[in-house]
């Protein structure tokens, strides 16, 4: 199946408005701070599809509230094909709850403000597809991964290594 590239990483055409973001409130402080990817839960754990899972870069900004670099699914009535579609709307700082909680930490590494920052300009040049049931948030972020590492900001096989334990997450107990 063929990938199709969305414009604007899925906002061009897009109905409504983007998920609430809580930057303005809880800025990313100018410290080190330990950078992970996040994976989901499964919804039954005993029988499920580790390529289903859905998978986030993010740091806590402040105790429970994190910032998220990720694609999301956005649905409305009213929104033009594709629809559902993945969007790309920026990091977006969110408060943690339940779902939070119950997700994988695969630690990438400690990371700079500035080396944040650039996590973040470099996901707006990351692809986004249309949906095509192959494609997904993982394989958004494993491209985006791929471009920190062309860019210096992680090691190759520190990129191996995350990418193994992610897909294993919830595979392991």
């Known amino acids: 199946m063929t990938n199709v590239v969305l414009a604007e990483q899925g906002r061009a055409g ?13 800025g990313d402080p100018d410290a080190s701070l330990p950078v992970y990817i996040l994976v989901s839960s499964p919804v039954d754990q005993t029988r499920f599809d580790p390529h289903g899972l859905h998978w986030s870069l993010s ?32 990091a977006l700082t969110k408060c943690s709850g339940p779902g939070t909680l119950v997700k994988r930490r695969i630690l990438v590494a400690d990371m700079t403000f500035a080396m944040r920052k650039q996590i973040e300009e470099v996901a707006f040049t990351v692809p986004v597809m249309q949906p095509n049931g192959q494609w997904n948030c993982q394989d958004w ?4 991964l791929d471009r920190l590492r062309q860019n210096g900001l992680i090691s190759d096989q ?7 334990a992610a897909r294993d997450a919830w595979l392991r107990d």
């Open 158 to 164: 520190n990129l191996k290594e995350v990418v193994s």
């Open 141 to 144: 972020l494993l491209d985006l």
């Open 14 to 26: 897009a109905v409504g408005f983007p998920p609430i973001d809580l930057h303005w409130r809880f």
């Open 59 to 90: 740091w806590e900004v402040k105790p429970n509230v994190w910032r998220h670099v990720n694609i999301v699914t956005h649905r409305h009535p009213d929104q033009p094909p594709p629809n559902p579609r993945y969007v790309y709307w920026g």
